[in-house]
């Protein structure tokens, strides 16, 4: 059986003793196994990192920029290979998977504008005949840690940004999706990228703990579940590292009474349960507001049961669960939420999919009248249940909204520009939608949610990015001439 292994320094490096299974969600059979890091691979891969850095970040902006859109044209190319590698080891649908690496690739074209990013000012005579210019320099090793949902796309809201500035990258992606990134790393390589800058360390723990702590590795950009960000955070900042964790989500929609439902509808559905809702965008507590909550309940229920679950590669519209764990948790909840008393109005653990073998399905799933003590509204559930809450006001809605402990993204759904103001000025989160129901900004913006859903203090790409990746320099300049003379030990006054 195929072992996906480590990139480190321009080649593959074989796994040691450590092994994991690696399947594909939508047969349930076990396709390769990834090497797990030990500590002494993490090492080599800080250790090559860190020889590419010093010519790496001293080649030429121009030289940079040429890697990184020769990078580009062969993504674009070959981004049909990328989808399918993801749908493989995922198991979202073939075009999921084809828009997640098109969001990545807005990334690397931002980045290919990095010499304007890296501008910095200029004040002449600030003082008589001394001025002063701003610069900004990469910081060196910096590693990247992802989670399973986005193979490609949440590692490039990173590193097109963190190479283009000159830095040189680790990264270290799910187990459960581990071909990816090494595809990655050898579309860099013929990109032109220098070995040892793009690095791709595969494991758990004893990877991501050595990246921590590890005094080479200047910076971390992290993305996952909430406990293993605010972890990462601590350890990372704790080991002097800039740190930018990004965790988990409860992601609200409102309805109010005078949005258009059919569109609403359409919006929760896609929510809801693009990705089989593994999104840390998704829409998974649809607020209600009034006496629309039957009709749209009907109208969300009619497209649920219309969706056709089953393999990626079969043109249906929802795949599987990432692993059988996962779906076990998942059905977990859907009971757990009709124990509790929401009532169960589509029921997504029966589903008959359209796939070989024994995948990990759960079909789309719609509570109604869930409150906000059952366990189904208070957890990440990252499947595809969508649970309607009724409330009777803006009011009531935009307070559970602010009174959840996430602040990733969300969104609201009306005719009323002063009500959308209203709630764009309000709410406590992060990412906001008006008539939009995954929010997700554009490279140029960044992304970021706001409470439990980040620890640090950047955001993600957008001149967030550059600046995470960048530090600064402030420089004061005076060319002496003989006018200049004389001693005088006092601080310099402006003049
Ligand atoms: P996860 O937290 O289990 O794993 C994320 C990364 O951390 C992986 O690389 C994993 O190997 C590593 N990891 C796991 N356990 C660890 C431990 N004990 N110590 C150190 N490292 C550990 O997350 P996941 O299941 O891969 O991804 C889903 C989660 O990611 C969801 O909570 C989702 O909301 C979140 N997510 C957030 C965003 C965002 O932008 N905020 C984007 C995508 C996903």
């Not at 990328?82 to 690739?105: F, N, P, Y």
């Not at 709410?427 to 554009?442: K, L, R």
Request: proline share 5%; hydrophobic share 45%; with cysteine.
């Amino acid at each position: 059986m195929n072992t996906i292994e480590h990139w480190i320094n321009g080649s593959y490096v074989p796994a040691g003793e450590r092994t994991a299974p690696v399947s594909n969600p939508a047969t349930g059979k076990v396709t390769a196994r990834v090497a797990l890091a030990s500590v002494e691979d993490g090492n080599a891969a800080v250790a090559a990192a860190k020889a590419a850095f010093p010519a790496w970040r001293d080649t030429s902006l121009a030289r940079r920029t040429q890697i990184l859109f020769s990078f580009r044209e062969l993504l674009n190319s070959r981004k049909e290979e990328l989808a399918a590698i993801i749908t493989s080891e995922h198991g979202k649908v073939l075009d999921d998977a084809l828009g997640e690496v098109t969001r990545g690739q807005e990334v690397v074209e931002f980045a290919c504008g990095i010499p304007h990013l890296l501008k910095g000012s200029y004040t002449e005579n600030a003082s008589t005949k001394v001025d002063i210019h701003s610069i900004r320099q990469a910081l060196g090793p910096v590693a990247i840690i992802s989670p399973f949902n986005f193979p490609a796309m949440v590692p490039m809201w990173f590193f097109p940004i963190a190479i283009a500035a000159g830095n040189t990258v680790i990264i270290k992606p799910s187990e459960k999706v581990p071909t990816a990134a090494v595809w990655m790393a050898e579309l860099w390589k013929e990109a032109g990228l220098p070995d040892g800058v793009f690095n791709v360390l595969q494991g758990d723990k004893v990877a991501v703990d050595t990246l921590l702590t590890h005094p080479d590795v200047k910076a971390v950009s992290f993305v996952g579940s909430t406990p293993i960000a605010k972890y990462v955070y601590e350890t990372a900042t704790a080991n002097g590292k800039r740190v930018q964790a990004l965790g988990g989500a409860k992601n609200h929609m409102i309805v109010l009474p005078d949005a258009d439902l059919d569109l609403a509808a359409d919006a929760a559905i896609n929510a809801g349960f693009g990705s089989a809702g593994e999104r840390c965008m998704a829409i998974s507590a649809l607020l209600a507001v009034g006496d629309i909550a039957d009709s749209l309940v009907a109208k969300i229920a009619e497209r649920a049961r219309g969706l056709r679950t089953g393999d990626g590669l079969r043109g249906c519209d929802m795949g599987p669960l990432v692993t059988a764990q996962h779906r076990d948790k998942v059905a977990g909840y859907v009971d757990a939420g009709e124990a509790a008393g929401a009532t169960l109005v589509v029921d997504g653990r029966s589903v008959m999919p359209d796939a070989e073998g024994e995948g990990f399905f759960v079909g789309p799933t719609l509570f109604d009248n869930v409150t906000t003590d059952m366990s189904i509204y208070r957890d990440e559930i990252f499947g595809p249940v969508l649970s309607v809450v009724r409330v009777d006001s803006y009011d009531e809605a935009l307070a559970t909204i602010n009174a959840n402990p996430y602040g990733n993204g969300t969104a609201i759904f009306t005719n009323d520009g002063g009500a959308a103001r209203r709630f764009e000025n309000e709410v406590e989160v992060g990412m906001v939608g008006i008539n939009v129901p995954v929010p997700v900004p554009m490279a140029y913006y960044s992304f970021g949610g706001w409470k439990n859903s980040l620890f640090g203090d950047t955001h993600a790409h957008g001149t967030e990015g550059v600046g995470f990746f960048t530090r600064g320099k402030a420089v004061t300049t005076r060319w002496l001439d003989p006018s200049h003379g004389g001693i005088n030990l006092g601080f310099p006054q402006n003049n």
